[in-house]
């Protein structure tokens, strides 16, 4: 394998099948990161700290995969741009979100990290990438921007707001910029999935886990075993193996920007998700929000028309 792949344009046309398998990967991504927004959440509420979950996450998740990474070519040690991604996708964002998961409420996780993709990566695709996004996707943009603003607006203009959630408002946008650059970098250098996803879950382990051990503020022993296992095992399978696998799939077959348009619908089947499991109220503001964003990502996830 070679250590700087070669990148690859963006396919002019799309097969049926092709986007089917793409949009099928999508959806697959929403599901599992709807659901590591809910038990982030219920994590956050107990005595685990954010650097607690971090470590669960990438103790379990390498756990799993270091049997199948023992192929892994050496040569992919070396390799600076696997390195550069398991930074941001990596250690970057992960780091970034449980930290601000612990700051934030609960409402404002799923809207400022997944439900600002769509915009984030489509200005980063046009400043880092040159890339003109269609007029469609532009359009599409305004109905989701607008139910952005519907479900955040009640709690992000509340008269008690205080410091430390406008911080945690702040490493959510950071995390979802950190997040954006990341796909938009793995779908131009083209690495295999399989590999990236191994890469990224045990190149953050070996950096962070030593640190965590050393330094971090713990919390870990303060909650049931219970917690301790629902946070390992989801958080260490479902976003760092499965959702990076389905995720790098929909990048390579609808593209970076597409994809993240799909992943805009997390922060609503997240907060529809948390009314039954985490008791919040199913608001007005959530109902118009999640038509909103579900019509924009309809219409910006739909491939452009054929002409001739």
Not at 166 to 193: E, H, I, N, Q, R
């Amino acid at each position: 394998m070679s250590d700087t792949p070669p990148s690859h344009s963006e396919p002019q046309a799309k097969s049926g099948s092709s986007l089917v398998a793409g949009y099928g990967a999508a959806l697959t991504t929403v599901a599992i990161w709807s659901g590591f927004m809910v038990i982030s959440r219920f994590g956050g509420k107990s005595a685990l700290t954010g650097w607690d979950i971090a470590a669960l996450r990438l103790g379990f998740g390498s756990f799993f995969l270091l049997p199948f990474s023992l192929n892994i070519p050496k040569s992919s040690w070396r390799d600076a741009r696997l390195w550069a991604l398991a930074m941001t996708g990596g250690l970057g964002f992960m780091v970034l979100i449980y930290s601000a998961l612990k700051l934030a409420p609960a409402a404002h996780g799923g809207i400022l990290s997944p439900g600002t993709q769509p915009f984030i990566v489509t200005l980063a695709a046009f400043f880092i990438m040159g890339v003109r996004p269609e007029r469609a996707r532009v359009i599409a943009l305004l109905p989701i921007a607008l139910g952005v603003v519907v479900v955040a607006g009640p709690g992000f203009f509340a008269a008690d707001m205080d410091a430390s959630i406008l911080t945690g408002d702040a490493l959510l946008l950071l995390a979802s910029v950190v997040w954006a650059v990341y796909s938009l970098y793995a779908k131009k250098w083209a690495y295999p999935p399989w590999l990236l996803t191994r890469f990224l879950c045990l190149a953050s382990a070996i950096i962070y886990l030593p640190l965590y051990l050393l330094f971090a503020p713990k919390g870990i022993m303060e909650v049931s075993w219970s917690m301790i296992l629902l946070q390992g095992l989801y958080q260490g399978i479902g976003p760092t193996i499965l959702a990076m696998l389905f995720f790098l799939r929909a990048v390579e077959k609808l593209g970076a920007e597409r994809t993240g348009v799909i992943i805009g619908l997390v922060p609503i089947i997240s907060g529809l998700a948390a009314v039954p499991l985490l008791g919040e109220p199913l608001t007005v503001p959530l109902i118009i929000g999640m038509c909103l964003v579900t019509a924009g990502t309809y219409f910006a996830a739909k491939p452009p028309k054929r002409i001739g």
